[in-house]
Each structure stands twice: as C-alpha cells, then as structure tokens.
C-alpha cells in the first residue's frame, strides 16, 4: 500500500499544483474557470489512449516509441508555459500594467487571454495525460492479481487525497497573497518546471541512444536520495535529478532562456519609462 500511495502521490502531486497555479492565476486575471474542463477531458482521454496502447507505443520505431511520446509531451509542456511566462513576465515589473492586465473589460489584453487559456488547457491536459497514464498502467497491473488490487486501490485513493489536498490548500494561500507576489511566485514555479521537464527529454534521449554523454558532473545523493520521500517530492516538483549529466544540465538551460530574456527585457523597459518619465 506504501509504494501505491507514493506512486500515485508522485503522479498527482506535479499535476496538482500545474492546475492550481493556473487556477489562481485565471483569478487573478479575472479569467473564467471554464477552461478547465476541456483540459481535463483531454488529460483523461489522452492518457486512458497512452495507457491502452501503451505495448503498441513501446514496439513502435524499433521500440523507442515510448521515450519519443514522453519527450513530445515533455516538449509540449515547456512550450505552453514559456508562452504563459512570456505574457506574464511584464507583471512582474509594472504595476499599472498589472491593473490593466486585471481589468477584463479592457479589450486590449483579450487576444493574450485566449493566448492564455489555450496554453493553460494545452499545458493541464498534456500534463495529466503523462502523469495518468502511469496512473492507469500501474493499476491495470492488478486486474489479475485481486488480492493485491484492493490494497492498490486504497493505497491509490489516499495518495490521490494527499496529492488533491495539498493542491487545495496551495491555491488559497496563493489567493490571499497580492497579485504582484503571486505573479513572482508563478513565474518562479515555471522555470522550476520547465528546467526540470527540459531534462527528463534529454533523458529519454539519452535511453534511447539519440544523445551521449560522459558521467554526471556531481551527485548530490548523499544529500537528497532521488528515490528518498524528499527526492520523489522534488522529482514531481521540479524534476529533480541527484547525478545529471551535461547534456542534462545544457536541456536545463536552454528550456530557462527564454524566461531569463523576457526578465532582462521587461526589466529594460520599466528602467527606459522610469528614466523618461523622471525627465
């Protein structure tokens, strides 16, 4: 029951906070919940097909069809938050912009809106169909073993209840906190995210024989264990990794660019008005 509720805790937990942080992040821009619906039926579907083709995906492309799905998922991923990190980085530095944003009368932001809804639903959905696949891949290893499969199923359902509880409580500590520090924290969270997402592709690369590399450049395991109750943590939350290799840390840094451009280039822009308006 222990490994079920950790497993399914560690499948649950990333997924969680993903629609929690998107979630306070519609309340914060005045956006309706309704997005959440289609991401979720995508995720569901999406993953219930990944999970019942999941031999015929394997076999695929000389049997690397499973670490080529997960990387394009991965890769999916990344690209919806970078646009979400992108439209919101000019929050993080312009309080007038910040009062714009939150005004859902003002027609000027709708195209950012739809923007944002398609890459919320894109991210939610994609994000579930990964992590309930194995949901459903694990479970279905029970069908035939029904002394073991109530044990799973309770184990499931409580690590299930964690994973949803500490969503809950994450999205109303971050609807008490004022809109600039929550657009800080979100931000934060997104290239956390993305670096981590960023390395399981080269991961899966690397499984498969598409990338090398030499050994890890530290291990840290001594410190935090990948496979320790604080390692899984880390792991669903930013893809934690106690021995990565180079090519690891390159995916890292290559998937973190685009937030560190639009930090720098926001923070550019707040320092020209500041500078003209003092003239």
């Known amino acids: ?26 309340r914060k821009l005045s956006i309706s919940f309704n997005w959440i619906v289609p991401a979720l039926v995508l995720g569901v579907l999406s993953s219930w097909l990944l999970a019942h083709y999941a031999y015929a995906i394997a076999d695929a492309l ?3 069809g499973q670490e080529w799905i997960n990387a394009l998922l991965y890769l999916s991923v990344i690209l919806s ?6 439209i919101i980085a000019p929050l993080l530095f312009s309080a007038s912009l910040q009062e714009k944003y939150l005004s859902f009368t003002d027609n000027s932001i709708k195209p950012h809106k739809t923007l944002l809804l398609v890459c919320s639903i894109f991210a939610v959905g994609l994000s579930l169909a990964r992590e309930v696949a194995e949901i459903w891949i694990y479970l279905g290893g029970f069908l035939h073993q029904q002394d073991l499969l109530q044990s799973a199923l309770t184990g499931g359902a409580i690590g299930l209840g964690i994973g949803m509880s500490l969503g809950v409580i994450t999205y109303y500590l971050l609807v008490f906190i004022s809109v ?21 592709i080269a991961r ?15 291990d840290s395991s001594t410190i935090v264990n990948e496979h320790s109750w604080l390692g899984e943590l880390l792991y669903a939350l930013i893809g934690y990794d106690s021995s990565p290799n180079a090519i690891q840390v390159i995916f ?23 500078s003209t308006t003092s003239i």
């Not at 079920?4 to 992040?25: D, P």
Request: hydrophobic share 65%; aromatic share 12%.
């Open 180 to 200: 600039r520090r929550f657009f800080i924290v979100l931000f934060v969270f997104l290239i956390f995210l993305c670096g981590g997402l960023s390395m399981q």
């Open 204 to 218: 899966q690369l690397l499984q498969i024989g598409m990338l090398t590399s030499a050994t890890p450049l530290w």
């Open 81 to 86: 938050f970078i646009i979400i990190g992108l």
């Open 62 to 64: 000389d049997g690397t």
């Open 1 to 26: 029951m222990v490994d079920a509720i950790l497993l399914i805790l560690r499948e649950v937990l990333e997924a969680a906070l993903i629609i929690t942080m998107l979630l306070a992040m519609s």
């Open 252 to 274: 890292y840094w290559i998937a973190i660019i685009p937030f560190l451009v639009a930090l720098a280039w926001n923070w550019h822009r707040r320092n020209q008005a500041s």
